[in-house]
């Protein structure tokens, strides 16, 4: 406590502009030496009125726009909207489609945590080397969205009732030698950086947070689990097709930086054992609903909530009918933000150094988190 | 023994370094102006307007009714119809865009104006070598710069522009046999006419009574 201003903290910007913010975030921090005393964290830079958009165009044209939500995961974020206007207009999805949408769905996840690992460790001063590694992955990932949907990252791919163009064999050949090839790149990278010892000094014991505060302030996705708590919308909810997969729900014991981190590598783990039991048995069929009309879509009137496990947590899409064109309400309920909110509770007593790592490894996106 | 976790992480980068020398598997840059990785069938960038034979003006597929500007999320099309009308691939006379500007600096590729257009005639481009000088009106495509031809469609989407020439080529054969069945029918009709009129005696007979 020897650097005190006369007993006064000091107030530092961060951001919006430093590299390792993640986007345009900012934080107003209070310090008392190197040590955090007070955060506040400011958002709003890349507001784009996503929500109201959404109450303005069509139920289809809002499908392009939740791509850019999380710009990471723009598969999940296209299945968290069809599944909400599915519940809504109470549609069914043919067995083909739900099987892709599961592929799918694991893949972004693989790819999502592959690069925040990546991202996390650049962050703790890596700079390149782990983050080239892990995006090296996530390439081949994406030329597989992108030879099926035609964009790398803003896919625009499901549609209500079931999804926009079939695979082929070829593709589900390339899907299955990725995922083959997948755990090989998982054990290097976490030779890489598990045993590690700056690591482990940067990260084991930074930024707990308690299971009870993880409950009250609502966070969900990996986060929630590193503290402990059992909860995953994949088993809970059960959407989709998912509980006729075998995988495992990893929980993390401490809550630290270190368990969310360990998080994604269990994870992606898990992931490709969802894969590997959903790409064999993908039947043939459709893959789109007939009966759902591309032009012209009308919900009848009431309300529907859908959600599911995005890599980030639980995204959910509130939408109320009035029986029009668009939505009457639209509203999103974005994993990063809210998971962002205990930054504060985290960051405090740990120096500043510490709160890049912290905020790297709650994962967001500021597409999301302001939208 | 403290440090061996670094150099344990030091081994996989030097393994890393030595084997992108060797593996495919490790090296997957290119070389970008020089070498090109091909594009996938299913690449899309911004649409285009398809034409049918050699001008472009005249064998544009559009008939300008305007739903993809009214479905286009983000209102990047702006269309106007024409006052007069002129024959479309099957013959029958359609109206035709007077006006087909597409901002691609709105637009976000989403492929839904490919998607309900009934009448195959927006297509997704690949062309992504876009950069201009300035930034309005260059990125503002009229209908001059947005035709492009068949042959172009096929040579970037094969699979997908043999299907649409197909279900095209169903649809004007569907109209052909249905023009062919109404002027057989007429033309039976007009016989059977003719020939009821030329009966000398009003004695009906079943067949001329249907007529």
């Known amino acids: 406590m020897s650097s005190r201003l006369d007993g006064e903290l000091l107030e530092v910007s961060m ?33 784009r009125n996503h929500e109201q958009i959404g109450e303005h165009t069509s139920y289809l044209g809002s499908m392009p726009y939740t791509d850019r939500l999380d710009y990471f995961c723009s598969m999940t974020n296209n299945w968290a909207y069809a599944l909400s206007v599915e519940k809504l207009a109470g549609i069914e999805v ?38 080239m590694y892990a995006f090296r992955e996530r390439e081949k990932i994406l030329d597989l969205f992108e030879s099926l949907s035609g964009s790398r990252m803003m896919c625009d791919y499901m549609r ?30 976490e030779e890489l950086i598990l045993q590690n010892e700056i690591v482990i000094a940067r990260t084991q014991h ?17 986060m929630l689990r590193a503290s402990g708590v059992n909860y995953d919308i994949r088993k809970v909810d059960g959407y989709g097709i ?92 974005p994993p990063s933000f809210i998971n962002l909110t205990v930054l504060e509770d985290m960051c405090l007593g740990h120096v500043v150094a510490d709160v890049m790592v912290i905020l790297g490894s709650i994962d967001i996106v500021m597409g999301e988190v302001d939208r | 023994m403290i440090g061996m976790g670094i150099l344990k992480g030091m081994a996989v980068t030097l393994r890393n370094f030595a084997g992108s020398y060797f593996e495919k598997d490790r090296l997957i840059t290119v070389q970008y102006p020089e070498e090109r990785s091909p594009l996938p069938e299913n690449y899309r960038n911004f649409p285009f307007l398809i034409f049918d ?40 006379p359609q109206f035709y865009p007077a006006i087909f500007d597409i901002d691609i600096s709105v637009c976000m590729s989403c492929q839904i104006c490919v998607e309900v257009c009934p009448f195959e005639a927006i297509k997704m481009d690949k062309d992504f070598e876009l950069s201009k000088r300035e ?18 469609y096929h040579k970037i989407h094969p699979v997908e522009a043999a299907a649409v020439d197909k279900n095209l080529a169903d649809a004007a054969a569907v109209a052909e046999a249905k023009k062919k069945a109404a002027a057989e029918a007429a033309a039976k009709a007009a016989a059977a006419k003719a020939a009821a009129a030329a009966a000398p005696t009003p004695v009906a007979s079943p067949e001329s009574t249907s007529s």
């Open chain 1, 94 to 131: 043919p067995e083909r489609a739900e099987y892709l949408r599961v592929i799918l769905a694991e893949l972004t996840r693989l790819q999502n945590h592959a690069s925040l690992l990546g991202f996390l460790l650049s962050d703790m001063g890596a700079w390149g080397t782990p983050l």
């Open chain 1, 242 to 333: 998912y509980p006729r997969f075998k995988f495992r729900v990893p929980l993390g014991d401490h809550g630290d930086t270190y368990d969310r981190l360990m998080m994604r590598a269990l994870e992606m783990r898990e992931s490709i054992e969802i894969l590997k039991q959903a790409l064999p048995q993908i039947p043939a069929g459709p893959i789109v609903n007939p009966k759902v009309k591309l032009r012209a879509f009308r919900p009848p009137i009431g309300e529907a909530y859908g959600r599911i496990e995005a890599p980030k947590g639980e995204l959910g899409f509130y939408l109320i009918s009035d029986g029009g064109p668009n939505p009457y309400r639209y509203r999103v309920r």
């Open chain 1, 206 to 222: 930074v930024g707990k947070l308690s299971p009870e505060l993880a409950i009250t302030a609502g966070i969900t996705g990996p």
């Open chain 2, 53 to 92: 034979g050699n001008d472009p003006q005249a064998g544009l597929r559009c008939v300008a009714c305007q739903i993809c500007e009214k479905e286009c999320p983000p209102q990047c099309i702006y269309i106007t119809k024409s006052k007069d009308k002129k024959p479309d691939y099957i013959g029958k």
């Open chain 1, 15 to 47: 951001g919006p502009q430093h590299p390792s913010t993640h986007g345009v975030f900012r934080m107003n921090v209070a310090l008392e030496g190197e040590i955090v005393r007070k955060l506040k964290p400011v958002f709003g830079y890349l507001h």
């Open chain 1, 160 to 189: 209500f009732g079931g999804c926009r163009v079939d695979v082929d064999e070829a593709w589900l050949g390339r899907a299955k030698e990725i995922v083959d090839r997948f755990p090989k790149f998982l054990d290097e990278f």
């Open chain 2, 135 to 152: 930034r309005f009106d260059n990125l503002l495509f009229r209908k001059e710069q947005l035709s492009k031809s068949n042959d172009y």
